[in-house]
Structure formats: C-alpha cells, structure tokens
C-alpha cells in the first residue's frame, strides 16, 4: 500500500504535492508501515507541506484563454 | 343675495378642493395603484430636470404619462416617439394642472411581458421534466485546482471574477472560455463555450457569468438548449447572472446560484489561501503527533525485542560455554593434581621399597657386613685363622682377625 513516489519535491505542483500530502497523512493513519519506511513518509510529508506553503506564498493567478481547440495566455485589460 | 342662500343648499367646491376630491377618489381605488398599461410613446419630453413626460396612446385614447428622475436613471430602455411599451405605474391627478396621468414607474418595450410569458411556460415544461430537480445538483468542489469561466472576455463581470479568485485563491488555475452573453448569438456561443471547455480543460467547476441587464439583455440565459448545455457539463455550474434579483433559467439549472459574478467566484472558492494554509499548518502537526506516538511505539518494541535477544544472544550462550570450559579446566587441573599426588605417593612406596631392599636396612635389625681385602666374605672357605676382616654395622666399621672355627 506504500506507493513510491520519487518524483523531488520541488517539482510538484500544488495540485499534485497535496493530494501527495493527503496520501501520506492516510496512509500513516493506518499505521501499518515498519518504522524505516513511516519515518521516510514523515520526512516526505514535511517536506511536501512545507512546499505546498511555499507555492501558496507566491502563488499568482494563472489565467489562460480557450482559443477554438488551444490555450492562450489571457491578457487583462485594466 | 337670496340666489346664494339658494346654492347654498349644495356643496361648495373650489378648484382646489374639488380636484383635491377627484384625485383622493381615484386614489382609493387599489386597481389602479398597479396598473400596466400598453400603447405607444408619443410627445415625449425630458426636460432638464431628468423627469420624462409622454403621452401614452392607442387608436381610441391617449394618457399623459409622467416618470419622475429616480425612476428615470434606472430606466435601461432607449424612449422615443413610436415605440410601443407597456407602462407600469399608479393613476393619479395633477391638480396644477387638472389632468389625471400614469405616474410610470417601469417601462417594456412591448413583447417583453410575452417574453415574461414564455420565461414562465419554459421553467414550467423544464421543471415537469425534472431539470431542475435538487437531486441533479453536483456538489461543489471544496478545493477548485481548476476553474472555468464562460462570459464575455470583455466584461465587467470577468474583471470582478478574477479579482475575487486572486484575492481567495492565487493558487488556482483559471480557464476562460470567451464568448459573447448577450444577442441573438449569445446562446450557441454559450453552449459551444459549455462544451469546449469540459472538453479540452476537464475543470472542476464552472462560473457562467454575466453583469447586470434588461430581461432583453438578460435572455440568452433562459435559452432552453443553454439550460440543457448547463444540465450536460461534465463539471458542476455555479450561475452568476445580472444582479441579486434576477432569476434566469439558468440558474434554475445551475447546480448552484450566485447572486452575482463576484458571488459566484466566492462560491466556487469555499476554501481560501488563509483556510489552506490553516490546514497545512494542522496536517503538519498531525504528522509529527503520528511519527512521536510511531517512534514511542517502536521504541517500546526494541526495548521488549532487545531483552528477548539478551535471553538468546550468542554472547549468553559464549558465557555458557565460557563457564562450562572453566568447569572442565577446574576437573582437568583437579585430575592433573590428583595424578600427581598419586606419581608421588606411588614414588613414595618405591622409595620405601627401595630403601627396605638397602643392605644398610638390614644392618639396622642388627645384621653385619664382613669383607676381607674389600670382599664381602659370605664363605667360610675365604678365611684362615688370623685373617683382618672389617665388619661394618649399622652405624660404622671395626676390625676384627679370625680366632678359629666356629
């Protein structure tokens, strides 16, 4: 039930890194795992909460506009 | 002045009082508080003070008309000589100037109470068909990663939208499908923008926007192929059209209401920026708490583990056999001392044999050694009369000479 994820913190999206974080959270729940691999899960989680906080700080609305089939960026007209 | 007295007998009316009466009359009748009327503007006047007069007519009758500056600036309809309107208002006089007049309160292009009409005989045939059903209702995404958004890429409401998502939820990601919200157009461009967005960006949750606006304006949204477009979206639909008090098909079949645009992006972010990081802040905790009570856990099996390893642990069994060597070389020294004593006991009794077996032993029962030139003499035969001897006994030797035969 312990899923591997590899993929380095950073590169996660907030998106990704929380439902990560969710997972994490459940699976220490069940608290089923040997203690190598639980502290290896906590170190994961603080590791993706501490990124998830990051990403919000400097997070900035990212608009993009359906042109017929294709994204585009949005330019906002003040 | 007898005439006088004569009309004295009736009532006496000014103008005034008279008109006064008039307009109290027509005042008391409730039916003509709330009345619409229909016909066609003409004569119309706005004079600098914002008030519009008109005159109302049809082909049998005209009626003046008046709407006062408050009523005026919230009119959204264009007047203008020739156009057919229905008016609401109260009928009332004008005692200045003797006239009775509708004091207009709101002005429709003629039609727009069949529209009215048709608004209601739609919501009626959708609701029979259970479009609008709460138990069609989605649930809202708690947490949108992606928001769609369908109005007019040039809106104020857009503008109002982005602002409130930036403000709640910076995070999101936020996928405008453009299209335009008002005119003949305004349905298939929903519909199509409906469509495209569920299929290309798969969102969360979708805002269906539009600003204030007249029935007219407003009318795309009680379209009943955009309703049924609302109904098929892959992703829930919050609606957000005109202001708090108009109600479109759309929202009916949205699968939730905002009153406004700005209501709609706040609807669709239930969870803030601030509400996040709050819970962050909580899952941080509830995973330290998991790994202390985790490690307190472990902690107590090694120790119980570490006590069963002592009880079977190689440096137990080394001490075992540690005592068992110790033992063995106890017994072997022990047999090594043992021997020994007995070689030596054994050496004693050889000794004492040995010594038993001595000649010298025997001199000490009183037995003498005789030699003659150094030879032991055990003969007779080596002996004459007068032969030295030498006897030795126990304790030295004498000379002694041969005297005779014994």
């Known amino acids: ?78 | 002045m007898e005439q006088l007295a004569l009309f004295n007998a009736f009532p006496r009316w000014t103008v005034t009082t008279l008109t006064r009466h008039l307009r109290q009359l027509l005042e008391s009748d409730a039916s003509l508080k709330d009345v619409w009327v229909e016909g066609e503007i003409s004569n119309l006047a706005r004079p600098a003070s914002g008030h519009i007069y008109f005159t109302l007519k049809d082909s049998g009758a005209s009626l003046r008309c008046v709407m006062w500056r408050n009523e005026a600036t919230r009119l959204r309809l264009t007047l203008q000589d020739g156009l057919a309107v229905d008016v609401h208002g109260s009928i009332s006089i004008y005692e200045a100037g003797g006239q009775y007049q509708l004091y207009a309160d709101t002005i429709r292009p003629l039609g727009e109470g069949a529209l009215y009409q048709e608004f209601l005989r739609l919501k009626a045939a959708l609701e029979a068909e259970g479009l609008f059903d709460a138990t069609r209702k989605r649930p809202i995404p708690q947490f949108p990663r992606r928001i769609g958004i369908v109005t007019s890429p040039t809106g104020a409401a857009l503008r109002d939208m982005l602002n409130t998502l930036r403000r709640r939820l910076p995070i999101t990601e936020v996928i405008l499908a453009p299209t335009s919200v008002q005119g003949d157009e305004a349905p298939a461009g929903i519909i199509s923008a409906l469509q495209s967005l569920n299929r290309i960006s798969a969102p969360d949750v979708i805002l269906l926007a539009r600003g204030g606006g007249s029935i007219e304006d407003l009318w795309a949204f009680n379209d009943e192929k955009v309703v049924r477009a609302i109904i098929e979206s892959a992703a829930p639909v919050i609606s957000g059209v005109g202001h708090e008090t108009d109600f479109t098909l759309a929202d009916f079949a949205a699968d939730l209401r905002a009153p406004t645009p700005t209501a709609a992006a706040e609807l669709a972010t239930q969870v803030d920026v601030l509400e996040l990081k709050a819970s962050l802040a909580e899952i941080g905790g509830v995973l330290s708490s998991k790994i202390a009570a985790l490690v307190q856990v472990q902690r107590e099996s090694a120790a119980w583990l570490d006590n069963r390893l002592k009880f079977t642990s190689p440096e137990r069994r080394l001490q075992t056999e540690r005592q068992r060597l110790d033992e063995m070389s106890r017994r072997w020294y022990a047999a090594q001392v043992h021997g020994l004593q007995f070689a030596q006991e054994k050496f004693k009794g050889l000794e004492n044999r040995l010594l038993a077996l001595s000649p010298l032993a025997v001199l000490r029962r009183g037995y003498a050694v005789i030699t003659k030139n150094k030879k032991v003499v055990t003969s007779t035969s080596q002996i004459q009369i007068d032969d030295p001897l030498t006897v030795r006994i126990q304790d030295g030797e004498f000379n002694a000479r041969v005297m005779g035969n014994g």
């Open chain 1, 1 to 78: 039930m312990a899923k591997t994820e590899t993929k380095p913190i950073d590169k996660l999206t907030f998106e990704q890194a929380y439902a990560e974080l969710e997972a994490v959270v459940s699976a220490l729940e069940t608290g089923e795992q040997p203690l190598d691999e639980a502290l290896a899960l906590f170190e994961r989680g603080k590791g993706l909460t501490k990124h998830c906080a990051e990403l919000l700080d400097k997070a900035e609305l990212k608009i993009q506009k359906l042109s017929g089939e294709t994204l585009e960026p949005f330019e906002e007209k003040e």
